[in-house]
């Protein structure tokens, strides 16, 4: 979940210079030289995690580990205003997405929403561009560009949650299926290169 540009797994709006244990040692001494247990974060995201680290009823941590889990499964995306929220099923919020937004705050800070907001414009520019020009090679450079220039993740969020079905990216999906396969391909890359 870093990235290219070695972003922060939480906010990915800052350079992730500190190597902290997802499971704090606190909490278990034992994780202290487990390999997967090792996160990067950076020194903001660290502070507030710190050691909070809480259970769920069912005895999982209730915050969300975006290296072996899909943050997207907790977590919604608002396209408008690059606010992250807990992702609402079966009548309430995510337990998990709530609690790792009350923990890691700064995914929500004003800089990183707006960087967020930004990247999820790219997209949509680039949809806005396919329904008026079709599937040119200039509207397949500005779905490349924007996944290059995506810090935040958002690829898989408009390829595969419901980003995809916000317009004018579901028209561009449903009016040029090659396209929209070529831009599901590059979101699955970006996805595989932040591991």
């Not at 800052?14 to 001494?29: A, G, L, M, N, Y």
């Not at 337990?95 to 929500?108: A, D, F, S």
């Not at 999906?173 to 831009?183: E, G, S, T, V």
């Amino acid at each position: 979940m870093t990235g290219s540009r070695k972003r922060c797994v939480y906010c990915c709006d800052s350079r992730s210079s500190d190597i902290d244990h997802f499971k704090p040692i606190k909490v278990d001494i034992r994780s202290t030289f487990q390999w997967k247990n090792f996160i990067l974060i950076c020194p903001e995201c660290n502070r507030c995690k710190s050691s909070k680290f809480a259970y769920g009823a069912d005895g999982t941590p209730l915050l969300v580990n975006p290296t072996s889990v899909d943050p997207w499964e907790h977590l919604v995306l608002d396209v408008d205003s690059g606010v992250m929220a807990p992702r609402f099923k079966d009548g309430e919020y995510d337990r998990n997405g709530e609690y790792t937004l009350e923990v890691i705050h700064p995914v929500n800070d004003e800089a990183t929403v707006e960087g967020r907001r930004r990247s999820a414009e790219r997209y949509i520019d680039a949809a806005h561009h396919a329904m008026e020009d079709g599937d040119t090679q200039k509207v397949r450079r500005a779905f490349v560009k924007a996944v290059a220039y995506d810090e935040f993740g958002l690829a898989t969020w408009f390829a595969f949650r419901e980003g995809g079905c916000t317009d004018p990216i579901r028209q561009a999906r449903d009016a040029y299926p090659a396209l929209w396969r070529r831009f599901c391909t590059l979101a699955c890359r970006q996805s595989l290169n932040s591991l």
